[in-house]
């Protein structure tokens, strides 16, 4: 195996993940590259989630026998974790919600529905950027459509970055909100938080970030983030689908109003009017996903075990290495940052005038797992006018022999289609 400095002991980690074991086809042993859409979870997490169902499974708070509340220490245990994980100030910051793409209604929905000063209406602006995610497009888009907001974005520059050679420009006194990908679904850019955040306080905006490709692979500080709003998933971070985390600062969760309306977040109900609940019960209505948090929570647990610093050294290490052997395939494309500097361990490239379609079909065929399309960043697609991508994308269990097997299969695709 090629050895690189700062990698992790694959060897070892590799026998927590059962399915990194799998044979497909013909013998061909999985190689797992699509860890930008769906991570992989480990026996620690699997173990947490049958227990969860074998021993404790019930509704959390308000029951009083021992399950419920077994289940609710569980649950809140969860949140205590995430908390602690991005140095939140307090525990009651943290919202669950099933996924990042809610996480983002949610602050849209919000601020549309608040008060002043806080209320997004046609005399303001919505700002993102040209490299979002759709979860990071359409909310906006809808609450711009439902108020009358103005929706403005950054560009991105020939390289893959954002473009904010016009901030003032873009970023103006009407900004009611500034929202935007901390790394790159699809470029795997880094974005220059510390820029926009400094621009957006000082004419008074809100900043709400999309965590979800860096809560997974890099420490993450919503305190030195300086951030409003801070949103990621679980099933991206070694953890279950169908739980998601919104992070916000107290004061605000205080003030805005809730989403969803249902039990858990009421404080008194009459059939004249409602009162709420305090954060985070308040924007969290209804059964909660309680396995997921329980399950996030012991994802959390695996990662800090292996430390943050550590696993972002490691997929530096092999996104430099990809850069440098996907360099050396002909006719392949870079749609991003061709450094590794300033990126994240998601790379989509093009292969000559083959269709990602195709690379993906007989990539797969050699038992390589990658994404194809253009990864919910239509914009970002069109930008660099092309269909779409293919993307193989790192994470702590990913090893150099699984990128010179990409290589080598690029190869096959390449002989292929001749």
């Avoid at 908390?83 to 849209?108: G, Q, Y």
């Avoid at 473009?163 to 699809?186: G, M, P, R």
């Avoid at 970030?209 to 300086?226: I, K, Y």
Wanted: proline content about 5%; charged content about 20%.
């Amino acid at each position: 195996m090629t050895q690189l400095p700062g990698l992790l002991d694959t060897e070892a980690l590799r026998k927590d993940f059962p399915i990194l074991d799998r044979v497909l086809h013909d013998g061909k042993k999985l190689v797992y590259l699509d860890n930008a859409a769906t991570s992989q979870t480990p026996r620690q997490v699997l173990d947490v989630l049958s227990e969860y169902y074998e021993q404790h499974n019930a509704n959390v708070h308000r029951g009083v026998h021992v399950l419920a509340e077994e289940a609710t220490a569980l649950y809140e245990g969860a949140r205590d974790k995430v908390a602690e994980f991005i140095n939140a100030p307090s525990r009651d910051e943290v919202i669950f919600t099933k996924n990042a793409s809610e996480s983002l209604n949610l602050v849209a929905n919000m601020l549309g529905w608040a008060d002043e000063p806080y209320r997004v209406d046609r005399d303001t602006e919505i700002v993102i950027t040209e490299m979002e995610h759709h979860s990071n497009i359409v909310p906006w888009q809808l609450l711009a459509q439902r108020t009358g907001a103005k929706l403005k974005w950054f560009g991105l520059t020939d390289d893959g970055r954002l473009d904010l050679s016009n901030i003032d420009e873009i970023i103006t006194e009407k900004t009611k909100i500034v929202s935007f990908v901390l790394v790159s679904n699809i470029l795997g850019t880094v974005n220059p938080v510390d820029a926009i955040v400094r621009r957006a306080q000082e004419v008074g905006a809100l900043v709400c970030v999309d965590a979800s490709q860096a809560a997974p692979h890099m420490p993450l500080d919503v305190q030195a983030l300086q951030a409003d709003f801070v949103a990621f998933t679980g099933h991206k971070m070694c953890g279950p689908t169908g739980i998601g985390v919104l992070w916000g600062r107290q004061e605000l969760l205080e003030d805005l109003p809730p989403f969803l309306g249902g039990g858990e977040m009421i404080e008194t109900v009459s059939m004249h009017s409602s009162t709420y609940a305090p954060a985070p019960h308040k924007f969290e209505a209804g059964t909660p996903p309680i396995a997921q948090a329980v399950g996030l929570g012991a994802a959390i647990d695996y990662l800090t075990s292996i430390g943050m610093d550590k696993i972002l050294s490691h997929e530096h290490a092999l996104t430099e290495y990809a850069v440098k052997r996907l360099g050396e395939v002909p006719d392949l494309r870079i749609i991003g940052p061709t450094t590794a500097e300033d990126r994240g361990a998601a790379i989509s490239f093009t292969l000559g005038d083959i269709h990602p379609h195709d690379v993906g079909q007989v990539l797969d065929e050699q038992g390589i797992a990658v994404r194809v399309g253009h990864h919910c960043a239509r914009p970002v697609c069109l930008r660099y006018g092309i269909p779409a991508t293919t993307r193989a994308s790192f994470y702590l269990y990913s090893t150099p022999t699984e990128i010179d097997a990409l290589v080598e299969g690029l190869e096959h695709v390449r002989n292929f289609f001749g």
